[in-house]
């Protein structure tokens, strides 16, 4: 956001954005934590630590708009939203830049009438939505709706309306080192068999073949694996998507990887940071499109990109993708006012879009024809990458609630680090999750 700046210190939601990054690799933290851990928390605790309004007033009259962003950590990044809310004309707009536990802050806000009016967030929730907590934002994106990244965009529908705009695109791909796989002999691996031989033959006492993460991929893989089968968590119908022998195949196939000791564990920094691939720990590692620069800057051209290798017959490549959104507050007072500026800043503005994509950081426009026109992205890997996640890309779906998550991962957990049996594992999950559908159904009169 990964959707796409945070903490990618694990799978949960919140945490503080002010960590540290490596100078070295170009690994800004911040908006990548909405691919670390998509969705976010319920309604519910205490506000934490609340930020200080560091913003200006924009350069118009009329009512004071307020707006919350969570703490990016790219440098420059506070300076040009407080930018972009100066140059807006038809209202004051006053930036805050808020610390801490951000998706706990505004959860609790929006259920009072003093949080923000025009807010960032990772989603908005389901819950938000069926809460009356945002306010419908069809009217704004309709004109340009198809212009929108699709997958991007589809978490914030509910029922054919739109909560929330993509404000920028994050994703995640697998990177490798091209002088290593020539020297064993390894071709780019096309497909998860591919994936898990190249591994094992990359394995030696130095470097490892493969990096998903400290805990073996089960955070960061999440539903990628079952996309590259031709599944998903929640399928076109609202159904479990993965009630299907293909999905404990495709699993098996990663505890595979884990039981030939051919992933790379315990590495001093997790799998949002390129450190242990630059460093030559591991021959292959899952990362975000925010890594490449700082690779490229280290490796030069000795280094490749692909999207997660497909499994089976019905199966195709997969990359996960996430976008932040601006939201309108249901108890703002400036609704209209709230909903014309997120129109303008991320709709009209596409100056601005494309600034606050590409100059703080690296990602993806939320906009195809911004993506297509960025020069930063017309060529290399960097166009592998947009072609991947405009092909291949897919996100956490809106149904999909932080109930899910927890069993779903829980039971990965059990598959590729214990070695539990698949097939039953996922058949609890789907169990849970078909009780959790029939949950959000009810309260949604559907």
């Known amino acids: 956001m990964a959707n796409s700046r945070a903490n990618d210190s694990g799978s949960g939601s919140g945490g503080s954005d002010s960590g540290s990054s490596s100078a070295e690799t170009g690994s800004g933290i911040g908006r990548r934590r909405l691919l670390a851990a998509t969705g976010g928390i319920a309604a519910a605790g205490a506000l ?18 307020s707006q919350w962003y969570h703490q990016y950590g790219e440098p420059g990044t506070e300076r040009a939203v407080q930018r972009y809310a100066a140059a807006y004309r038809k209202a004051q707009v006053r930036v805050q830049w808020r610390p801490g536990d951000y998706d706990r802050q505004t959860a609790a806000a929006l259920l009072t009438d003093s949080g923000p009016d025009v807010f960032e967030v990772n989603g908005p929730l389901l819950e938000q939505i069926q809460g009356g907590q945002v306010v419908d934002l069809t009217a704004e994106v309709e004109p340009v709706k198809d212009d929108f990244h699709q997958a991007a965009l589809a978490p914030k529908i509910w029922q054919d309306k739109i909560w929330g705009i993509p ?3 994050d994703m995640q791909m697998l ?5 290593l796989l020539k020297d064993a002999g390894v071709q780019p691996p096309r497909t998860l068999d591919e994936l898990v031989d190249a591994a094992k033959k990359l394995t030696d006492r130095r470097t490892k073949g493969l990096f998903l993460g400290n805990d073996g991929g089960v955070g960061v893989l999440s539903a990628t694996p079952l996309h590259a089968a031709g599944l998903s968590l929640i399928d076109d119908d609202g159904k479990v998507g993965f009630d299907d022998p293909a999905a404990a195949r495709t699993f098996g196939k990663i505890r595979q990887l884990y039981a030939d000791k051919s992933l790379l564990l315990g590495a001093p920094t997790d799998w949002s940071d390129p450190a242990a691939f630059v460093q030559g720990l591991t021959a292959m590692q899952w990362s975000g499109l925010w890594a490449l620069p700082g690779i490229k800057k280290a490796l030069g051209d000795d280094f490749g990109v692909l999207p997660f290798p497909k499994d089976g017959s019905g199966g195709k490549p997969a990359v996960p993708v996430g976008a932040y959104g601006s939201a309108v507050s249901a108890h703002s007072r400036r609704k209209e006012e709230a909903k014309a500026f997120a129109k303008w800043l991320w709709v009209d503005r596409s100056d601005f879009q494309q600034d606050f994509a590409l100059s703080y950081g690296f990602h993806i426009p939320a906009r195809l024809s911004l993506a297509k026109k960025a020069k930063e992205l017309q060529q290399g890997v960097a166009a ?4 991947f996640a405009t092909e291949y890309g897919h996100a956490e779906p809106l149904l999909w609630t932080s109930a899910d998550r927890t069993a779903y991962q829980d039971a990965l957990s059990r598959i590729i680090k214990d070695g539990a049996n698949p097939e039953s594992e996922l058949k609890s999950v789907v169990r849970k999750v078909n009780a959790e559908l029939r949950r959000v159904r009810k309260k949604s009169g559907a």
Not at 48 to 65: E, K, Q, V, W, Y
Not at 384 to 387: G, I, S, T
Request: hydrophobic share 25%; glycine share 20%; net charge positive.
């Open 48 to 65: 934490a630590a609340c930020g200080s309004n560091t913003g200006r007033d924009g350069g118009g009259s009329g009512p004071a708009i």
């Open 175 to 179: 990177y490798y080192r091209k002088s």
């Open 167 to 169: 404000q920028v695109v």
């Open 384 to 387: 592998d990458a947009v072609r």
